[in-house]
Structures are given as C-alpha cells and as structure tokens.
C-alpha cells in the first residue's frame, strides 16, 4: 500500500520557524503533484500549498511570502517551509498526495495522518 507521513510539527513563538516534512512510502510508480493542508479547530480543512511533479508551486494568499513548498523526488519527500509564523497558523497540518500506485494506471489522491503546530503569541 502507499502510506504519507509527516514530522516536523511542534510548538514555536510568533514569529518562528518550523519545516514540516513528508515521506510517501509503498509501492508507488509515480509521484504526481503533493501538497500541505491545514485544518484548525472548529474550522474545515483548507488548502496551505502544492507543488507539481515538475517543481511548479501554488500557494494559499494566507501564507504566500511566509511558506515554501519544495519537494526531493528521489526521497519522496515534500517540505514546508514555515516563516513569520502567526497565532492564525494554529493548526493540524496534512500532507497530500496524488500518487499511481506500482500495476495500476489510474491516479489516487492519498492523505498522511497530520501532524500538529502550534504557534504562541
């Protein structure tokens, strides 16, 4: 199977620095576009950043010029980047991933468990 799993969370001061980390796993042909999603409490889970096979990225205007998406295809990782971190930011942070999976020729969207930061004012 195909697993996503992220580290790097944790608690940082406003204004502080974390990177957030991803690692697919499993029996994955292709690793297509990946991306990071956010989701606070009480609040529906919402688009952070995602970043093509290719290095083509996007960005929610809510962190552009704070966050920095990147991703290393030989270790089937993607990173973020988190700068200038706000109170606002609070949230589980979800890796996401379209990934074709080793025999098969459709593509599958695939969701790692979260991993949690926290940001103090």
């Known amino acids: 199977q195909v697993q996503l799993v992220e580290s790097g969370g944790g608690l940082v001061q406003a204004g502080g620095s974390l990177r957030l980390s991803c690692v697919a796993s499993?029996?994955?042909?292709?690793?297509?576009?990946m991306g990071w999603y956010r989701q606070a409490p009480g609040k529906q889970r919402e688009f952070v950043a995602r970043i093509t096979s290719g290095g083509g990225t996007g960005y929610a205007d809510s962190v552009k010029d704070r966050f920095t998406i990147s991703r290393d295809n030989a270790k089937k990782t993607v990173y973020l980047q988190m700068n200038s971190l706000k109170p606002d930011d609070t949230a589980v942070y979800y890796c996401?991933?379209?990934?074709?999976?080793?025999?098969?020729?459709?593509?599958?969207?695939?969701w790692g468990q979260g991993t949690q930061v926290t940001v103090s004012s």
């Open positions: 499993g029996s994955i042909f292709s690793l297509r576009s």
């Open positions: 996401n991933a379209d990934i074709i999976r080793v025999g098969f020729a459709n593509v599958n969207n695939y």
